[in-house]
């Protein structure tokens, strides 16, 4: 996701300050990022990649983000990770700074207890992947500036995104309705009551949706689907509780796309079905 935030901004020729602990994943990000350049498809629009790369930093240390007006987390869906970033954040960037999170369904009220300051502060939830997909939710915590949320509103609006407000409530809008979704088709999976490739024919073919209920699960990362399930369910009760089968999934570390298995299994030619394993 943060690959597909950075991508984005530097798209729209914003200087970008990309941050990992993890070298390795930094320079791995990098060279995603030139790849991306390289599939150019004509010399203007390399000539163009070249200089958006020029508007990209790599950093392991957060010391550099004391230059930023305005900065996205986008870390993993854990409320200790997320508050242990800000926490060490607060005394390298400005306190007129505007801070977001990119949370998909963590409480923005209870994020907003650990930040530098709290009227700075908001939810803004990108779609993955985030250069592509043109919506974008916003999610005031209890003290966000009028006049941060609409600067925020404005920038969502140049970087091409189509704006949708949500109470900060878990998993927010589409989340709560799509992973609501996807845990029932893996559930009917679970069940044997079809084959994974009939389960999202069903809703291409029928839904006319995009793409299948498992593929967009295996594309999401099946570890991200089971962290969203899990705060609906501790927040909102049984009705989300989530599937055995996608439990056993992400503990085999199955995850999808990035782990190169999920519902369907991956390689550089494609994917074809892998069937599901079920426990007892």
């Not at 597909?4 to 791995?28: A, C, M, P, W």
Request: with cysteine.
């Amino acid at each position: 996701m943060g690959l597909g935030i950075t991508q984005l901004f530097l798209e729209h020729e914003v200087r970008v300050v990309l941050h990992d602990s993890s070298s390795f994943l930094l320079n791995k990000a990098e060279r995603k990022l030139k790849e991306r350049c390289l599939r150019a498809e004509t010399l203007s629009e390399k000539a163009s990649s070249d200089n958006i790369l020029k508007k990209l930093t790599l950093s392991d240390r957060l010391q550099d983000f004391s230059v930023c007006d305005f900065i996205i987390e986008a870390i993993f869906e854990s409320y200790e990770a997320k508050e242990g970033v800000f926490d060490n954040l607060k005394e390298y960037i400005s306190g007129e700074a505007i801070l977001a999170t990119n949370t998909s369904s963590l409480s923005v009220t209870r994020l907003a207890h650990s930040v530098p300051n709290p009227r700075h502060f908001l939810g803004f939830h990108f779609m993955n992947p985030a250069h592509r997909i043109p919506l974008v939710e916003l999610i005031r915590a209890p003290e966000t500036d009028d006049d941060v949320f609409r600067k925020s509103q404005d920038l969502a609006g140049f970087l091409g995104k189509t704006v949708i407000l949500s109470r900060d409530t878990p998993a927010f809008i589409l989340n709560r309705v799509l992973v609501s979704m996807i845990n029932e088709a893996i559930c009917v999976l679970e069940e044997r009551i079809a084959r994974v490739e009939d389960i999202d024919k069903a809703f291409v073919l029928g839904a006319q949706h995009p793409i299948g209920p498992l593929s967009l699960a295996d594309f999401i990362g099946l570890d991200i689907v089971l962290a969203i399930l899990k705060t609906l369910y501790t927040e909102r009760g049984e009705k989300y509780r989530p599937s055995a089968l996608l439990k056993d999934y992400v503990a085999r570390g199955w995850l999808g796309r990035k782990s190169g298995r999920g519902f369907f299994m991956y390689d550089e030619g494609g994917y074809y079905p892998f069937p599901p394993i079920i426990k007892g």
